[in-house]
Structures are given as C-alpha cells and as structure tokens.
C-alpha cells in the first residue's frame, strides 16, 4: 500500500503535460459547423475530437464512433478526410 501512495504522490508533485489543454478556444470555435446545434457544459469539444482523430488515423481511413451523441467524432472525421 506505501509504494501505491508513493507513486501516486508522485505522479501528482510531476510536471503537468499541458499540450492537451485547450482553455485557449473560444466559444465559437467550438461551436462551427453543426457543434453548436446543443448545448451541453460537459461536451466533447471539436478540437479534441480533431486531434484524436488526427493522431490515431490516416487520412480516408475508417473512424468509428459507437456512442455518436451529436456527432462531434463523425463531424472531425469528414473534416479531416477520415470516412
């Protein structure tokens, strides 16, 4: 159980990695295209949609959503050149 807390303490005194923050987006940049059509103080913003998409795929390549919601994912997917 000490060296969990160890690490734990650990991890948290670490530098934190802040190249996924985006508090610098505007409202209306998430909002462009269809992702203002809800709104939703826990929604899955399309920047981070992009990016994701953009790390883990090629272009024309398959993008699956399972859970779709309100189409954030499939939006970036078409916008990115993703099917």
């Known amino acids: 159980m000490a060296k969990i807390l160890e690490h734990r303490i ?10 996924w ?5 505007t409202q209306s940049q998430t909002r462009y295209i269809t992702h ?5 103080p826990a929604k ?3 920047q981070l949609a992009a990016r ?3 790390e883990h795929s090629n272009e024309n390549e398959i993008v699956i959503d399972p859970f779709m919601g ?3 994912t499939v939006v970036e997917a078409i916008v990115n050149n993703r099917i």
Not at 11 to 19: I, M, Q
Not at 21 to 25: G, N, P
Not at 36 to 40: D, I, L, R, S
């Open 44 to 46: 899955f913003i399309p």
């Open 10 to 19: 650990k991890l948290t005194k670490s530098k934190v990695d802040k190249s």
């Open 52 to 54: 994701l998409i953009k």
């Open 21 to 25: 923050s985006f508090s610098d987006c």
């Open 70 to 72: 309100s189409g954030t």
């Open 36 to 40: 203002g059509y809800y709104t939703y």
